[in-house]
């Protein structure tokens, strides 16, 4: 399955298991332990091994998903947005500037690669030495815009099963929720509701 950096980003609010809303970015330690799980993903553009999580970057990484979050509700929309945080979402305007000043943060510059019997391939490369906390946020908020300016964007979806908060992207014209056990859990939900609908009619 294909995964998105700012769709990672925006999962660390996720369903708990347990009928509540866990946080993956909550303290200094699940944001390292969240950070290692995406090194496959950001290894080309971001210094991991440079990166020491400290209570900076992980508020930064809160703000920008923060950001990311709203502009996945605008996104779905008119789709209700994923109720984990429907009611205190950045307006839009807010949002689209911090993703903008996130992003700038770094400056970096196109780069054309051609290895002998292979396609060219573009890369981008800062063009000067800064923080690596820096580097980080500027590269999620880098994939944020191409994510959002790409075809998936058509395909973002608010989950709709019961407590679940997660946005995804469909994979196919008929899916409906993110994954196998909240289309199973929504089911669920809609044969009880209409198992007591038709108990109360006959009663």
């Known amino acids: 399955m294909e995964r998105w950096p700012a769709l990672e980003l925006a999962s660390t609010i996720r369903h708990d298991g347990d009928g509540g809303v866990a946080d993956d970015l909550t303290t200094v330690r699940d944001t390292t332990t969240w950070l290692a799980g995406q090194a496959d993903l950001l290894a080309e553009e971001v210094p991991l091994t440079e990166i020491a999580v400290d209570e900076e970057l992980r508020l930064g990484l809160v703000a920008l998903r923060q950001a990311v979050r709203a502009l996945f509700a605008h996104a779905v929309s008119p789709a209700p947005p994923s109720p984990a945080d429907a009611r205190r979402l950045l307006p839009v305007d807010e949002a689209l500037a911090r993703l903008n000043s996130t992003a700038a943060r770094v400056p970096v510059v196109p780069q054309l690669h051609w290895q002998e019997d292979a396609p060219p391939a573009a890369a981008h490369h800062r063009t000067s030495e800064v923080d690596p906390g820096a580097v980080l946020l500027a590269a999620l908020a880098r994939a944020t815009i191409d994510f ?25 014209g008929r899916q409906e929720w993110c994954k196998t056990s909240c289309g199973n859990r929504a089911r669920a939900a809609r044969h009880y509701r209409r198992h007591r609908a038709s108990g109360g009619a006959g009663g």
């Open 148 to 172: 959002l300016t790409g075809p998936q964007r058509e395909r973002l979806r608010a989950c709709t099963a019961p407590r679940c908060v997660r946005y995804f992207v469909k994979s196919h």
